[in-house]
């Protein structure tokens, strides 16, 4: 039946301080993109202190959080590295350094960039970007052991005693703009029945086969490359019919959704078909579409046709 009591604790919560040496910025392009589109985002951290100042450095935008990105490069030794916050764990992106005048100020500038990759239409408010910084505000010299050793001011402990440690420190922040993107969904009306969800400046469409001489039945194996510089990870691969394509009455086409594999830059799918007419001559050119996010509107390209000779069916005895 014993009670024990501990006295309450008052805690004061104030503001980080703005840093007037400091600012953030995190660029998008100032336009309307779409789902799948590749689209450059750049993140800026602009210092006018002493750099040899910060211990420590955090970035977080709500952006990182709620959208995808595309794989981010291998941090490198070599060059500076912006340290990002993400509901995944920290990031390091390489960065670029740059001198830059502002305001009279003169900063210095690191730039990192990664690529957004939106996968749903619509109007999104984020919240500014923000960073903050633990900087030394005071030094002191840090004890070494030859200040016991009797070598009063020589040169030896000059150089071997003189090493530094903070003696105070601080911690500011920067808030940057908020942010608006706006996602569009793709135009429906006119888009070309091979459109597969590529989306990107430009594509091209290569196909191969495996044998041009067949019999009626024969299954011929295609290998159908495309390449291009929009998001080919998610890029699909329409119906071979499609625009003009393999005539369905002349060919036997594959069923369902072809899977296809990414890799250095291009992604290949591999399908089978087969001839049904002896009077075919040729693999016809495949039509492939894409939608252009800076004209907005759709653009086809058609690979090359493969020339056959389609010989007929054997028939085998059953004597």
């Known amino acids: 039946s014993k009670e024990a009591r501990v006295e309450a604790e008052t805690f004061d919560f104030g503001e980080v301080p703005t840093d007037p040496d400091m600012r953030i910025r995190l660029l998008v392009e100032d336009r309307p993109v779409y789902p799948s589109e590749r689209v450059p985002i750049t993140i800026e951290w602009w210092y006018s202190g002493d750099l040899d100042n910060v211990r420590q450095l955090t970035i977080h935008s709500p952006l990182f959080d709620d959208f995808r990105f595309a794989p981010d490069p291998q941090p490198r030794r070599d060059i500076n590295q912006l340290p990002i916050d993400t509901s995944e764990g920290r990031i390091g992106l390489n960065a670029e350094a740059r001198r830059e005048t502002w305001e009279g100020k003169e900063y210095t500038v690191f730039a990192a960039k990664r690529v957004m990759i939106p996968d749903r239409p619509g109007q999104f408010q984020l919240d500014p970007i923000t960073v903050t910084v633990r900087k030394v505000t005071a030094w002191a010299r840090q004890?070494?052991?030859?200040d016991d050793m009797g070598f009063g001011s020589s040169l030896l402990r000059d150089v071997m005693g003189n090493?530094?440690?903070p003696a105070s420190t601080e911690l500011t922040r920067a808030t940057g703009e908020p942010l608006q993107i706006t996602i569009k969904p793709f135009p429906i009306a006119g888009r070309p029945e091979s459109f597969a969800g590529a989306v990107g400046p430009g594509y091209s469409i290569d196909v191969s086969a495996d044998r041009t001489v067949v019999r009626v039945g024969d299954p011929i194996?295609?290998?159908i490359t495309l390449r291009g510089?929009?998001?080919?990870?998610?890029a699909g691969l329409p119906p071979l019919s499609a625009d003009g394509g393999m005539d369905a009455d002349k060919f036997r086409l594959p069923d369902g959704e072809a899977s296809g594999v990414f890799e250095n830059d291009k992604k290949t799918f591999t399908v089978k078909v087969r001839v049904q007419d002896e009077s075919v001559a040729e693999i016809p050119a495949l039509a492939y579409s894409w939608f252009d996010p800076e004209d907005e509107s759709d653009h086809t390209v058609r690979s090359k046709p493969i020339a056959l000779r389609v010989l007929p069916a054997q028939i085998v005895s059953s004597a």
């Open 143 to 146: 004890r070494s052991p030859f």
């Open 163 to 165: 090493r530094r440690r």
């Open 221 to 223: 194996s295609l290998n």
């Open 229 to 234: 510089s929009g998001n080919l990870v998610n």
